[in-house]
């Protein structure tokens, strides 16, 4: 374009230059002719410095071009590439960073239930852990109970046991061992171990065992209630924050022959019973199983329908027990 117009004002100038010539020599046509003259030589010096100025422009566009293209030929500068990257970088490193604030500021349940309690509301500010939430599960049952350290040897997961609640008089459900702590609590020298069990619905656990062979029962006092988790079973429905007491069995035996306790007596060469005989009152060496404080099973020497001797009491007749027995002890 500039090379253009270069060439028109020079086309313009000879134009003039032959009208000057060609005309008659008429003093205000020269004038005129000659203003006109003036006028394109300004044009054409103007448009000849404009296209200087941008070919000049042009030659250090292409210079830049040409060096950037240098650049990149030549693998870019290390260092502006490191500080590029770095800026990539923590980019990448702030979205992640917002994407996980994001995140954590969306409050999951981790199961579906019941929302029984709200601590905070919008706005509030609280302490990292605290909770604001208290979410119910109905369709659970658990029962937060403590073990002495004599007894928890015998306790393991899975093991079924009876709860009763203080707040449910006669009813009993159905639990099973969920979990035994590993460590130990200690409250005023009483060394126990806290135990969770859950309610399980259907089946029948038999009720009678509550100590271990020849001891006595027991009565440890445990955590009342449990997590807040409550359920239904068997028709009957527990509370969070309920009073529970739950015998844990951990032996059984079906069909046994059952002698009260105090009918064993500890002699040497053994255990021995009184048993009335046609000859009067003898001793007999028996072999016992499990007992539960008040009955004592036996494996061995005494068969059903022996009169067993009681001290300072009446005969009885020993008969199979009517339901098993375990050797747990009873605790809260």
């Known amino acids: 374009s500039a090379q253009n117009a270069v060439a028109k004002a020079e086309e313009t100038l000879r134009l003039a230059q032959v009208k ?195 001891g006595q029962p027991r009565r440890p006092t445990g955590a009342p209630g449990g997590p807040s988790r409550t359920g239904r079973a068997a028709g009957i429905q527990p509370r969070g924050g309920m009073s529970a007491s739950a015998e844990i069995v951990v032996e059984l035996s079906r069909d046994v022959l059952l002698v009260p306790s105090r009918a064993v007596r500890f002699m040497t060469p053994g255990q021995m019973v009184s048993v009335k005989t046609d000859q009067g009152v003898q001793l007999v060496l028996v072999e016992v199983g499990l007992s539960d404080g008040r009955n004592t099973e036996i494996t061995s020497g005494l068969n059903e329908g022996d009169t067993v001797v009681l001290p300072a009491s009446s005969a009885i007749t020993p008969s199979p027990a009517g339901r098993g027995f375990g050797g747990g002890r009873l605790f809260r």
Request: aromatic letters at 2%; proline letters at 5%.
């Open 20 to 214: 000057l010539v060609d005309m008659t020599p008429d003093p205000q046509e020269v004038e005129a002719a000659q203003r006109d003259l003036e006028l394109s030589q300004l044009q054409a010096d103007k448009s000849s410095l404009a296209a200087r100025n941008a070919v000049a422009r042009a030659g250090e566009t292409l210079l830049g071009a040409e060096a950037l293209l240098a650049d990149m030929l030549a693998g870019g500068d290390p260092d502006e590439i490191a500080a590029r990257e770095l800026q990539v970088s923590q980019a990448r490193l702030t979205l992640e960073e917002a994407e996980a604030d994001l995140e954590a500021a969306l409050l999951v349940a981790t199961f579906s239930g019941i929302v029984g309690e709200v601590s905070a509301e919008a706005g509030d500010r609280v302490a990292a852990g605290a909770p604001v939430v208290l979410l119910v599960d109905p369709s659970l049952v658990e029962v937060s109970a403590t073990v002495d350290e004599v007894d928890v040897a015998r306790v393991r997961v899975g093991q079924p046991a009876i709860i009763t609640l203080d707040a449910l008089p006669g009813e009993t459900l159905r639990g099973q061992v969920k979990s035994v702590s590993p460590v130990a609590q200690v409250q005023s020298g009483v060394v126990s171990y806290p135990v969770v069990i859950s309610v399980v619905s259907g089946g029948e656990v038999a009720r009678e065992g509550r100590t271990r062979e020849g």
